[in-house]
C-alpha cells in the first residue's frame, strides 16, 4: 500500500468513526436501544431490520426504519416471539414488503426459541437461517458483515461491541458498489466482482494498517466518499 494512501485511510477512519456522522444511519435504530440498555435480543432484531433496509437514500432508510421500529412499539424481540406480526403486500422499504417482515420474523422466533444470541451464526448460516436466502459462500453479504460490524466492533464509538465472542480481527468489510468503487480507486483491489474474495482482499489492505481492527478501515472508505462527493 502506497504511504500517501495509507495516511490517507488513517485520517479519514479517526475523523469518521464518530457518532455525529451516523445520527442519520440505519446503526442509530439498535444504537438506541443499547444505550438505553435494552436486551441483547432487541439489539439484535433491530440490528437485522435494520441491515435489511440499508439500501437506499439515507433518509428513505431512516424513515421506513423508523416506521417498523414504531409498528413493534420499539420492543423487537418481544415483537417476534409473539407470532402477532404484520403480513401484507404493501412496501415497508423499497421492494421489502411486510409480508417479507413478516417471514424474517418467523426464522428469527424459531431460532430464539433454541439459542439467545444470533451471534453464534456464520454470515452464510445468517443467509440462510435469517434472510431465508439460499446458501452462496462466494457472496460478499454485505448487510449481514455490516450487521456484524456494528455488533463485534468494540472501541465504543460508533459500533456496540455487544458480541464478545468474535474476534474483530475476523471481520470481513461490508461491500456494496460504493465501498468497491472508493476501494479500486485507492487501489485496495483490482478486482471487478463484488463478491466475497474481492471483499476479503479489500479487508486484507485494511489490516496492514489495523491488523486487529480491521473494519476501522469501513470508516475510513466511507470519509472518502463523503469528501469526494
Not at 68 to 73: G, K, R
Not at 155 to 165: E, K, M, P, S, T
Not at 203 to 229: H, S
Request: hydrophobic content about 40%; glycine content about 4%; some cysteine.
Amino acid at each position: 500500500m502506497k504511504a500517501k494512501v495509507k495516511e490517507l485511510l488513517i485520517d479519514r477512519a479517526a475523523k469518521y468513526n464518530d457518532p455525529v456522522w451516523f445520527e442519520e444511519d440505519p446503526i442509530a435504530f439498535p444504537r438506541k436501544l443499547a444505550l438505553e440498555g435494552a436486551p441483547l435480543q432487541d439489539v439484535e432484531v433491530a440490528a437485522v431490520f435494520a441491515a435489511l433496509f440499508a439500501w437506499g437514500r439515507r433518509a428513505m432508510i431512516v424513515r421506513d426504519c423508523n416506521t417498523l421500529m414504531e409498528e413493534m412499539c420499539w420492543k423487537p424481540y418481544d415483537y417476534v416471539m409473539t407470532g402477532d406480526w404484520r403480513d401484507e403486500d404493501a412496501s415497508v422499504h423499497r421492494t421489502v414488503k411486510w409480508s417479507d417482515v413478516a417471514r424474517i420474523c418467523r426464522s428469527l422466533r424459531e431460532w430464539y426459541r433454541w439459542h439467545d444470541s444470533l451471534e453464534s451464526l456464520s454470515p452464510d448460516e445468517m443467509r440462510v437461517t435469517v434472510y431465508g436466502q439460499k446458501s452462496d459462500p462466494k457472496a460478499a453479504n454485505k448487510k449481514i458483515n455490516m450487521l456484524r460490524r456494528w455488533m463485534v466492533r468494540r472501541d465504543g464509538i460508533v459500533d456496540l461491541g455487544l458480541w464478545q465472542n468474535t474476534d474483530p480481527a475476523d471481520l470481513i468489510v461490508p461491500l456494496d458498489v460504493h465501498v468497491h468503487a472508493q476501494a479500486r480507486e485507492l487501489g485496495l483491489t483490482r478486482r471487478n466482482p463484488k463478491d466475497l474474495r474481492t471483499a476479503l482482499e479489500i479487508t486484507d489492505a485494511f489490516r496492514e494498517i489495523w491488523p486487529e481492527d480491521p473494519l476501522m478501515g469501513d470508516f475510513a472508505l466511507f470519509g472518502y466518499g463523503v469528501d469526494n462527493a
